[in-house]
């Protein structure tokens, strides 16, 4: 499986009310962009050393945030981050959000993304004394914030002078004394919204995150913006980074798999993308069946798509258990031979006899699809058709996707027939390249980078993920 | 929300092999009929003294057994059980297996139920001379078998005398030095299935545990059958408590909402049961709509029913967090208030300007139907019509769920239209009480005792459920 | 090492006042005397069930007892345990007090001691239906009351009762809804005091505890004695169980070892039995040297005895390390070959050049001796003289306290002189036999069992300890 | 009471060997230096990068490190930290030692001590751009070793450099990929030892350590010096940075009190500087009694100068309970009023009716001196004599030792006899200021600050001890 690494979550309540429990409401809802850990650090505007309270660890939020932990992080600004780790390894010394002191007082970072230049800054960084507590990139971009600021009039002016140097995918929030700042790369790769409720401001890595504080959308950070919530609640943007639209690159896998789908990202619903690219699976590639389904969660949206396009029935094929999702997906878990069994089951009256049509958002090694169909024929579908909605990726990504080693992707070097046969179904296909800028209606610039090598911005010369830690 | 008390599981591997971690795989699976407490007891047939591993505690299955616990449970006969506490409360001494020894060496027992004379039995036994280290109804069972035993032939016997002073429900595992035991009440108020893997006898509490395990259904074990699985790997029956068919009475909620959709209890698959609950609804109260969805994740299969018999297309119309279950649910937890939100999120492209059919499984409180349906208005829908694949219940279950009180019911002295007024629903419809037999087509006796007030066995006189912690 | 199996303590205050934190300070005052495992159980007497809330754990009493969990604990009347575990294992499911439900309410059971006559009670139990749920001795004590109270007019005659079928060692407390009783075996092998502080009474294993939390010393219970403390306050004693004092057998190990030097047991005070110990050790056996000193912390006062007597000075010749007594002495700890370093350092300046005579109370296997000799050398040591607070030992005890297998101990099989050569002393010499009264000043009889094979009650006809576990 | 800030330790073997476990047992047996966090990191000298792997928690070394913690920390070259918070405050983030990544791979760091201009360090280094990610002094060297090592040679240069910079107490260990430094500030506040071990070398806060692991004393790292062990296993030593011997200034509480007894520091015993301390207290003050004892356990060893200067007997007065050291003395611990009473208890039969010495290492604030009084009234004694090994302190130390306000100490603004009265002795006398050379033997200069207000070194020019924190 794909996996994002981040989620962030921002809020300052300019009227002093405490804001812990809704970070910790904001970060149950983007719990599915990072399992491994996450943190919350809060402070008080109204402390004149800006002191932050911080709480990280490892595991759920849920599970790190137990009793009266939330209660004892009084504050009215703070910020909130749940991580998948691709780069830093997972340990409780990289979990965010990143606490500091610095030439100005404190500074908490939550960062979702993924730096291309990590190498070069850490070197950089390094020759003029930098010392090195963490592997994540977060601890990169403090250090520039922090030189930067000592010939900037503001921290949000440092900030912009820092954006100059960072290379890749970034959408930052960051806490000052007094000061909320929400920032973005200026390709646009990884999301950030801002939000309103009552006298607090939001920044959120997806409007689902709003919707369950019951915030009021107010608008996305645009790719490259800095917006800076100050204690008068006014909102300053600046735009000084920003790049011409047709140059930005939001990541398509957002809206194909990561995001919630009760959450509408740079304008684009992230339902409507994928009932799109379900309606273009059938009409690209018409098939007759008797029911539709889609693999459980991520595909069921396209599987409607699909059903609304083809008039095939939509059909619950498969049961899922709700309980063990992160057992099997933590990295260093062992014992993964009965996983698929363990997570799914397959409905015999729901499939027996008939051609069944399913939809999953893409295929990586191959191994939960294999297993999938021939779950499907013992429970006796008499013909299984796979339908991905997304291209067959082939590339890595560099802007926060942990996609494994090219080899080990069962794209790599097959034709779809002969992914077809491996996988067992017996009729495959893919999304087309072209149809993917529709599903996005065409509204904003993407990144294809998986499915064609090309990306928005130069990729490192060599593959640097996880590079620290070796 | 209603819930079940108990999921129960067995294996007994003739050859040898190593059970404990089959038992893990299968609680996971089993995991929906409990999740406050889990536990599991091995023993090694080859040990003359049939001594007892043992390992319990409260929380999810994948909590409690971390790390290498499983893999210090060697044996090749165990029983595991995942609890939800309705009599007993909820503390680790109450967690089961209950394992311990009598003038026959070890047993270990796992149930599942409630029985409805435990204060009679109770205090017969204390007024020989027992003494009670828990409060559930399985140490009255124990000490039954115990007293039996000594003037039995076998422990098989033994459990047969004990059953027939037992009243209530009981669907119990239970594992003696050298024999696997399975039994149910004469009533068959819980399931209990038998499979095979290999050279291993399994018991559970559904068929959804075998598929996990890759272990082959075999049958059923009867109302009132005793199922005895010896080291030579044969299978005694005794069918002594048996009553006739049609004095039976399966609970009909375990077709409703309990089980997993993917299981088949005493010949009836829970999916086909919902389909055609959803295809009632419909067809004894049709109304014109746009859309039609389930309340995740129990209202689903029906909702797709309804979407068959009538015609309207089914619909994703929820997100539900699936990171957060369990910790909503948890007795004693605060801070409710925003539990719904956190849990579910209403799409707005799904439903905005449509007329949406909502099918639940029941309305308890009625707090959550209203959460859902103002969701959806919010989210824009034109009509909001709820569907509930039950009749109102209204009367207390002593069989093994957990009713709230009756006052607390929505349905207590409300018309079904009053109902539907305090939801907040265009219409309000619940599944008729004769369609009952119908979903499960007739083929079992099944209670209606939580709508009607009439049970197969007679009630206690008083309400004793969670009487000894009081 | 020799190891005390446990230590009681009980409180009941008449007045309503909680209790909880007094039993926590007096089982802090307490452990010395066991540290696996301890548990507090209270009750209110108000509450017409007697519902006892209870928390128990492995581990020492602050590290099982955290934050609030005393706090959780309301209650007037309540007792609590610490545990070394020499029958029954070292399991949570057998740390005590044991809280249990029977005929006429609740019970909470503490225990210090062993039964000789398990086997046949336990049998005798199991032949009648008994089932049992823990290892330790305190079940079937438990059984026993819970049978007799039946035909009892109250619970303190029903533990009168009980007591004529126990054999072996046992001081008790335990706790009915509305009376705390205190009770001891008519040999009298394990102490119990009584105190009173304000408007409670207390029982207690060593008046140390009586100290700690300000009570005041009011007398022991003697041997065989049933001593109740009812809702009135008054103290009702039963006499009918006990023995003339010629055959009471007092355990002489109390003393010399377990104890604490700050408590008074049965009118001796420990204190001054060592002192005497120490002085008996040098009149009987005089040598010359240049300072005398305790092995710590059990030899210090016996030194100090030889000190006075023989004008050598006293010295503090060790350092012992007081930060990790009980990971060495954890039942199934690995890795112990650097224990006694880890644990103690000689110091050269108080030692170099010098004959020294080293008390210690006991030599068991006879490796830390051997160790602590060598210590002494290297660090300077002339002369090595080790002097032993007691005779040698060589039988097993079936009363309470751990004495490895006879194989295992140095004594066995070895004269004095060739016990010297093993553990290299210059020389060596124990306490004579003939001594042991003496100490005690003769005032009461003692327990030689372990010294000479002759115990005050018959021993069981075989090992029985640990029995059940295997 | 005082608290001393820390303990370090650091290994290197150059054969290879792993050397955890080694470090493990250093820090149980510097344990007494600092209870509140510990950690231990390790690399493989082998490995090119210099990977670090640590493990660093809250609460004593045996509480941090349980099960196979040490196991799982492989790698030849090690430095481990025990740790009481003076300066930064008490939470996982401030746990030693410091690991790091800088220009030239990676360094580990365990500091004793306490700089005095750390806060213009921390000003200087931020305004040219450093982070901080904790408030221990420890990062602001690490910062100036980083900085410094760009220009340098070698990191023992870097060392070196960084050194002109720091004032203030230090004792420090640093782990490179291939080297092992130990230094000393040029005053010799804090001690450090050298010891060796078949292949490898070790540094240590104190011998007793040494002894603990089996290794030999080599000599102490001088005051200023900087020892670096290579990979060929030669020791280079830089004295650059050393001040004539009249110029140090040795914690003198080091021997009254911080140090285990059984070490030699500096080449003073820690046993013979007390016994002097006792024999001096009685010649310049002379009485007659009947007893003499210590406070444990720190008075013990004057005590015993004490009686061997007299004659007085030395005699053993008080058990200690050595199960609750630390569950009192941790910071923000509440219901300390038992506290005395629970930790100490008075024999009756050794003071009744006596004129009893009691030597205690210092007063604090008085409430122990005036609870030990009173206990051993009560028990009886005559009269009471209460001597200190030290002189009365006033001032602040700002050398690595926590010493509470000026206001509560009970010396400030109190003539000897004021105090006498406030502790309820009959006789109080202390050490005399002029003894303090003596009880070193005038070998080694040493700092006398905390008595006189005069320090070897400037004081910052207000007290800035836990600043970072406020």
Partial sequence: MLHEECGVFGIYDIAGGDVAHTIYYGLLSLQHRGQESCGIAVSNTSDPRGKVLSNKGMGLVNEVFTGDDVDKL????????????????????????????????????????????????RENLAYTGAIFQTTIDSELIAYLVARERIESESVEEAVGKAMK???????????????????????????????????????????????????????????GEIVTVNSEGEIISDHSNCLPKDR??????????????DSTLDGISVYESRIKAGKYLYEDDPIEADVVAGVPESGNVAALGYSMASGIPFGQVFVKNSYIGRTFIKPGQKRREDSVMVKLNAMRNAVEGKRV??????????????????????????????????????????????????????????????????????????????????????????????????????????????????
Same sequence: chains 1, 2, 3, 4.
């Fill in 357 to 470: 049509v399913i939809v999953d958002d893409s295929i990586v090694r191959g191994t939960t699809s294999d297993r999938i169909i021939s779950m499907l024929r013992e429970a006796g579908a008499k013909e299984v058709h796979m339908r991905i909605s997304s291209p067959p990726f082939l590339w890595p990504c560099f802007f926060g996707t942990d996609v494994p080693a090219r080899e080990q992707l069962i794209a790599f070097e097959r034709t779809i027939e002969e992914i077809r046969e491996k996988i067992g179904a017996d009729t495959l296909s893919y999304l087309k390249l072209e149809r993917l800028g529709d599903i996005v209606s065409n509204k904003i610039n993407i990144c294809r980078g998986c499915f064609t090598g090309t990306y928005p911005e130069n990729p490192p010369e060599e593959d640097i993920r996880g590079e620290f830690e070796k």
């Fill in 248 to 261: 930005h690159g939001h990541c398509i896998f957002e809206y194909i798999y990561f995001a919630r789908p």
């Fill in 74 to 121: 009084p504050g009215n600004i703070g910020v909130g981050h749940v991580r998948y780790s691709t780069a830093g390894s997972s340990t409780r010394e990289n979990a965010q959000p990143l606490v500091l002191e610095y030439v100005k007082g404190t500074l908490a970072l939550a960062h979702n993304g993924n730096l291309t230049n990590s190498p070069e800054l």
């Fill in 165 to 223: 140097k960072l290379h890749g995918a970034y959408s930052l929030v960051i806490m000052s004394p007094r000061k909320l700042i929400g920032a973005r790369d200026p390709f646009g790769f990884r999301p950030l919204v801002i939000g309103k409720r009552d006298s607090a401001y939001v920044f959120a890595s997806e409007t689902c995150a709003l919707d369950t504080i019951g915030a009021e959308y107010v608008r996305d950070v645009e790719p």
